[in-house]
């Protein structure tokens, strides 16, 4: 049976254009820490990927192998049978976040099934995507319906998002809230879901839409508050600067405003509405690059989508949150573990030792992990091999990147700065990426499309030498 060791891994960063750029950026700083590359101070550097999704995949260092082809290897070493590609259930990322995300949302296993069916190349996954995000730095975001009674006030207090919704439906919504009915009850979901679907669909008359806006940014300049705290009137100042004339600059009014400091986390599962707005971040995210979007991005968008996989469930900030755990025996590794499967984060915080035999173990686990090193400078040993190797003790500093087999036994020792550290792992088995890889490899086909009229029929003429379109994968976030 076949050992498997630590390995320090070459991993991805995504450049979308609402990134950090340069080295203001955190990704960028902890990918030129660990990486051999430049920055480009021009350039805006977004995530990085942590994980073996075929969009990302992180490689082995030392060959430049993919993860996901070592773990299948090693697999296959160990168990003496023929295993599939095996893919970890999970992507962990560092976010840097200057300019307004999209308003979205991402689906369920079912619902992502069914959205790959009808449209593969705008929903390339199937698989669906819980999202995690601890705040590295001040972070803030958009998230979940606020409480039934706070939409409805807002409604009164802002004329124009009542009628985006329609002045009947809208009306209608206020009712069920004033007459105290259950923001829990599939009626008053019902009618928010109606409301919802008017108001994102109100893009499609952007005069109406434009002469609205002027009037809300007016009123919030007069001082009109709703429920609206100054924090979050200059969210929507910032969406307005980011996307002018976009309906997402409504969004604050019935959407949760959250703020994280950092070291605070939430989570929210798929079916939720959110937005990231700023600040830099540690995600975990189910094994899944699919993103239904309905406002604040030049990307494609699809509402109906979108209002078809949202739950419309409302309530409190709080709801999302997820509090720390301090793993016993381990005082130093606070766990956040939400309802959810595909990943559980640890964050390791280690102080300087001024002794080099001062051994600080982590947790052994029976799955793999990816732990990226954000603080410090140690040494990083493999208790579980015998004797010394020179794969059993790597030196690890801030940018270091480490893939963890299973039942790994490691420490760090000789800590001459405090380490900050984080690590993601599951238990649970990563998808099935083989039919994403065959239609990422597909090449776009180039044509030339024209319709003649000959009396009341139409002809379709196609010329195969004059390029119409580039067929572009629509990543996670792209705006």
């Given at each position: 049976?076949?050992?498997?060791?630590?390995?320090?891994?070459?991993?991805?960063?995504?450049?979308?254009?609402?990134?950090?750029?340069?080295?203001?950026?955190?990704?960028?700083?902890?990918?030129?820490?660990?990486?051999?590359?430049?920055?480009?101070?021009?350039?805006?550097?977004?995530?990085?990927?942590?994980?073996?999704?075929?969009?990302?995949?992180?490689?082995?260092?030392?060959?430049?192998?993919?993860?996901?082809?070592?773990?299948?290897?090693?697999?296959?070493?160990?168990?003496?049978?023929?295993?599939?590609?095996?893919?970890?259930?999970?992507?962990?990322?560092?976010?840097?976040?200057?300019?307004?995300?999209?308003?979205?949302?991402?689906?369920?296993?079912?619902?992502?099934?069914?959205?790959?069916?009808?449209?593969?190349?705008?929903?390339?996954?199937?698989?669906?995507?819980?999202?995690?995000?601890?705040?590295?730095?001040?972070?803030?975001?958009?998230?979940?319906?606020?409480?039934?009674?706070?939409?409805?006030?807002?409604?009164?207090?802002?004329?124009?998002?009542?009628?985006?919704?329609?002045?009947?439906?809208?009306?209608?919504?206020?009712?069920?809230?004033?007459?105290?009915?259950?923001?829990?009850?599939?009626?008053?979901?019902?009618?928010?879901?109606?409301?919802?679907?008017?108001?994102?669909?109100?893009?499609?008359?952007?005069?109406?839409?434009?002469?609205?806006?002027?009037?809300?940014?007016?009123?919030?300049?007069?001082?009109?508050?709703?429920?609206?705290?100054?924090?979050t009137v200059k969210v929507i100042r910032k969406i307005a600067a980011d996307f002018p004339g976009d309906v997402g600059i409504f969004s604050p009014l019935f959407i949760n405003h959250m703020i994280l400091e950092p070291g605070e986390c939430c989570y929210y599962a798929a079916e939720e509405i959110h937005a990231y707005l700023s600040g830099e971040c540690v995600e975990c995210v189910g094994c899944s690059n699919n993103t239904?979007?309905?406002?604040?991005?030049?990307?494609?968008?699809?509402?109906?989508?979108?209002?078809?996989?949202?739950?419309?469930?409302?309530?409190?900030?709080?709801?999302?949150?997820?509090?720390?755990?301090?793993?016993?025996?381990?005082?130093?590794?606070?766990?956040?573990?939400?309802?959810?499967?595909?990943?559980?984060?640890?964050?390791?915080?280690?102080?300087?030792?001024?002794?080099?035999?001062?051994?600080?173990?982590?947790?052994?686990?029976?799955?793999?992990?990816?732990?990226?090193?954000?603080?410090?400078?140690?040494?990083?040993?493999?208790?579980?091999?015998?004797?010394?190797?020179?794969?059993?003790?790597?030196?690890?500093?801030?940018?270091?990147?480490?893939?963890?087999?299973?039942?790994?036994?490691?420490?760090?020792?000789?800590?001459?700065?405090?380490?900050?550290?984080?690590?993601?792992?599951?238990?649970?088995?990563?998808?099935?990426?083989?039919?994403?890889?065959?239609?990422?490899?597909?090449?776009?086909?180039?044509?030339?499309?024209?319709?003649?009229?000959?009396?009341?029929?139409?002809?379709?003429?196609?010329?195969?030498?004059?390029?119409?379109?580039?067929?572009?994968?629509?990543?996670?976030?792209?705006?």
């Open positions: 049976m076949q050992k498997v060791n630590m390995e320090r891994l070459q991993c991805h960063v995504q450049n979308y254009a609402w990134g950090k750029k340069g080295m203001d950026s955190e990704v960028a700083m902890i990918y030129a820490a660990g990486h051999d590359v430049c920055i480009d101070g021009d350039k805006p550097y977004a995530e990085l990927w942590m994980g073996t999704h075929p969009d990302g995949p992180a490689r082995l260092k030392r060959n430049d192998i993919k993860l996901s082809s070592y773990i299948t290897e090693t697999e296959k070493s160990i168990y003496e049978r023929s295993v599939e590609e095996t893919h970890l259930p999970f992507i962990m990322k560092i976010m840097s976040i200057s300019r307004t995300l999209s308003l979205q949302a991402h689906p369920t296993r079912e619902q992502a099934a069914r959205l790959n069916d009808r449209d593969p190349l705008h929903y390339p996954d199937r698989n669906h995507k819980p999202e995690l995000a601890y705040a590295l730095t001040r972070f803030e975001l958009l998230c979940g319906f606020r409480p039934a009674v706070e939409i409805s006030t807002n409604i009164s207090a802002f004329s124009e998002l009542g009628e985006l919704m329609g002045k009947d439906t809208s009306k209608a919504f206020q009712i069920l809230v004033e007459a105290g009915v259950s923001e829990e009850c599939a009626t008053t979901k019902a009618a928010l879901a109606v409301c919802f679907k008017k108001l994102m669909h109100a893009r499609e008359d952007k005069q109406h839409l434009n002469s609205l806006i002027d009037s809300f940014l007016h009123k919030l300049d007069l001082g009109e508050r709703g429920c609206l705290s100054e924090e239904i979007r309905a406002a604040c991005t030049p990307k494609y968008i699809d509402v109906d989508a979108l209002c078809e996989v949202l739950n419309y469930r409302m309530g409190h900030s709080s709801y999302y949150l997820v509090p720390p755990v301090t793993l016993n025996g381990f005082t130093y590794v606070n766990e956040y573990a939400p309802d959810c499967k595909d990943f559980i984060l640890h964050e390791i915080k280690i102080a300087s030792t001024s002794e080099n035999s001062s051994r600080i173990p982590i947790p052994s686990l029976s799955c793999g992990s990816i732990m990226v090193i954000v603080k410090g400078e140690a040494e990083l040993e493999n208790l579980s091999e015998r004797g010394y190797r020179r794969d059993k003790h790597i030196r690890i500093a801030r940018g270091d990147i480490i893939y963890i087999p299973p039942g790994a036994q490691l420490c760090f020792y000789g800590c001459q700065r405090d380490i900050l550290a984080y690590r993601t792992f599951s238990y649970e088995r990563g998808p099935d990426h083989s039919l994403l890889n065959i239609a990422n490899s597909m090449q776009p086909v180039a044509s030339k499309l024209k319709v003649q009229k000959k009396g009341r029929a139409k002809y379709l003429i196609v010329d195969e030498d004059a390029e119409i379109f580039d067929v572009e994968t629509e990543m996670d976030g792209i705006c």
